[in-house]
C-alpha cells in the first residue's frame, strides 16, 4: 500500500512503552510496519487519508487487546483528536509538519508496561468521574458523570482478575458539605451503573477529613495502608495507583508503588501538574488508555 507522498496528513505515529515510530512520507506502509516489528502496541494517529486505509493494516501488528479496540468508540475518540492535529497542522505555517502533528503527543503521553499487576488503585475524581470545578464537589449521583470509556476500561480489569480499589479524598464531608452517607450512596450508584456492563469495584477507602488532620489523606498513605490491611495478597509488586493529581502521584510513591497519571488537558500545566508528570510512572490521557496500554 502506497500512502500519498504530497499529502501532508501522512504522518503517523506509534507507541509503544515511550517507543515512538514516525512514518513519513517517503515510506509504503509495509516499509514503515517491517521497520516498526518492535511495536506490538500503541496509540495511533494519521491524518483522514490514511485512517480508512491503514486500520486494516493496524490490525495486523497491534496487540490483540488493542487490535480489538481498532474501530471502537475509543479508538475512533482518538482518531478525532487526530483530526484536530491535522486541521491545526493545515492551518499553521510551520516547516516541520512532523513535529507540529508529534508534539501534543509527546508532550502528554509516556506509557510504560506493567506485568504482574493485580491490584489497581484508583483515584476517583477526575479518573472514573468528571472532576467538579475547584471548590465545588461531587456528592450526589445525579452529578456525577462517568469520562468516556470509564466502564469498559473497568469491566477489562474485572475480566482478567484484577481488584480494583478506590481511594479518595472527600475533604467536602469535613467542610460539611455532604455526608459518609451520600458518599456510600453515590458510590452505590456507581456500582449499579457499572453493574450494566459487567463491571464493579472491589473496594472504596475514603478520607473524610479536612487537610492536615489526618493521616489518611492523599498524599499521605492511610488510605493505602488500610486497603493493605485487608487484602492480604497485596504487596507493592503486584499495585499500581492511577490518579490525576500530586497528591495521588506523590501517595503512591511514598508508599512505594508505581503510579500513573491522567493528564486531561496538557496545553494548561500547572507547576503541580508538571511535577506530578515527572514523578509518576507512566502518564496518559485516560483510564481507558491506562488500561490498554500499561496494564494488557
Ligand atoms: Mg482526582
Ligand atoms: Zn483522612
Given at each position: 500500500m502506497m500512502l500519498n507522498r504530497t499529502n501532508h496528513e501522512s504522518v503517523i505515529s506509534v507507541?509503544?512503552?515511550?517507543?515512538?515510530g514516525v512514518f513519513s512520507r517517503e515510506q509504503t506502509v509495509s516499509e514503515f510496519l517491517d521497520h516498526a516489528?518492535?511495536v506490538?502496541?500503541g496509540i495511533i494517529w494519521a491524518g483522514r487519508w490514511q485512517t480508512r486505509h491503514l486500520l486494516g493494516a493496524l490490525k495486523s501488528i497491534l496487540?490483540?487487546?488493542v487490535a480489538?479496540a481498532v474501530g471502537t468508540?475509543?479508538l475512533t475518540?482518538r482518531i478525532a483528536d487526530i483530526f484536530?492535529d491535522a486541521?491545526?497542522l493545515?492551518?499553521?505555517?510551520?516547516?516541520?509538519p512532523?513535529?507540529?502533528v508529534?508534539?501534543?503527543?509527546?508532550?502528554?503521553?509516556?506509557?510504560?508496561?506493567?506485568?504482574?499487576?493485580?491490584?489497581?488503585?484508583?483515584?476517583?475524581?477526575?479518573?472514573?468521574?468528571?472532576?467538579?470545578?475547584?471548590?465545588?464537589?461531587?456528592?450526589?449521583?445525579?452529578?456525577?458523570?462517568?469520562?468516556?470509556?470509564?466502564?469498559?476500561?473497568?469491566?477489562?480489569?474485572?475480566?482478567?482478575?484484577?481488584?480494583?480499589?478506590?481511594?479518595?479524598?472527600?475533604?467536602?464531608?469535613?467542610?460539611?458539605?455532604?455526608?459518609?452517607?451520600?458518599?456510600?450512596?453515590?458510590?452505590?450508584?456507581?456500582?449499579?451503573?457499572?453493574?450494566?456492563?459487567?463491571?464493579?469495584?472491589?473496594?472504596?477507602?475514603?478520607?473524610?477529613?479536612?487537610?492536615?488532620?489526618?493521616?489518611?489523606?492523599?498524599?499521605?498513605?492511610?488510605?493505602?495502608?488500610?486497603?493493605?490491611?485487608?487484602?492480604?495478597?497485596?504487596?507493592?509488586?503486584?499495585?499500581?495507583?492511577?490518579?490525576?493529581?500530586?497528591?495521588?502521584?506523590?501517595?503512591?510513591?511514598?508508599?512505594?508503588?508505581?503510579?500513573?497519571?491522567?493528564?486531561?488537558?496538557?496545553?494548561?500545566?500547572?507547576?503541580?501538574?508538571?511535577?506530578?508528570?515527572?514523578?509518576?510512572?507512566?502518564?496518559?490521557?485516560?483510564?481507558?488508555?491506562?488500561?490498554?496500554?500499561?496494564?494488557?
Amino acid at each position: 500500500m502506497m500512502l500519498n507522498r504530497t499529502n501532508h496528513e501522512s504522518v503517523i505515529s506509534v507507541f509503544r512503552c515511550g517507543v515512538q515510530g514516525v512514518f513519513s512520507r517517503e515510506q509504503t506502509v509495509s516499509e514503515f510496519l517491517d521497520h516498526a516489528e518492535h511495536v506490538r502496541r500503541g496509540i495511533i494517529w494519521a491524518g483522514r487519508w490514511q485512517t480508512r486505509h491503514l486500520l486494516g493494516a493496524l490490525k495486523s501488528i497491534l496487540a490483540p487487546s488493542v487490535a480489538t479496540a481498532v474501530g471502537t468508540p475509543a479508538l475512533t475518540a482518538r482518531i478525532a483528536d487526530i483530526f484536530c492535529d491535522a486541521d491545526r497542522l493545515r492551518d499553521t505555517s510551520c516547516s516541520s509538519p512532523l513535529n507540529c502533528v508529534d508534539r501534543p503527543m509527546i508532550g502528554s503521553s509516556r506509557t510504560a508496561h506493567f506485568p504482574g499487576i493485580q491490584f489497581v488503585f484508583l483515584d476517583r475524581d477526575g479518573v472514573i468521574n468528571r472532576k467538579a470545578p475547584d471548590g465545588a464537589y461531587v456528592s450526589r449521583w445525579n452529578d456525577f458523570h462517568t469520562l468516556p470509556n470509564v466502564e469498559s476500561a473497568i469491566a477489562a480489569l474485572n475480566r482478567s482478575g484484577k481488584r480494583i480499589v478506590v481511594i479518595t479524598n472527600q475533604r467536602g464531608i469535613a467542610l460539611g458539605r455532604y455526608s459518609r452517607a451520600d458518599v456510600d450512596s453515590l458510590h452505590a450508584g456507581l456500582q449499579e451503573h457499572l453493574a450494566q456492563y459487567g463491571a464493579h469495584i472491589d473496594a472504596f477507602y475514603v478520607c473524610p477529613h479536612d487537610r492536615e488532620q489526618c493521616d489518611c489523606r492523599k498524599p499521605k498513605t492511610g488510605l493505602l495502608e488500610q486497603a493493605f490491611r485487608d487484602f492480604p495478597q497485596i504487596t507493592a509488586a503486584n499495585s499500581i495507583l492511577i490518579g490525576d493529581s500530586l497528591s495521588d502521584i506523590q501517595a503512591a510513591h511514598r508508599f512505594g508503588i508505581p503510579s500513573i497519571l491522567i493528564v486531561h488537558s496538557p496545553q494548561s500545566v500547572s507547576s503541580d501538574a508538571k511535577k506530578a508528570a515527572s514523578s509518576a510512572t507512566a502518564v496518559v490521557s485516560s483510564l481507558f488508555e491506562a488500561v490498554e496500554t500499561c496494564l494488557f
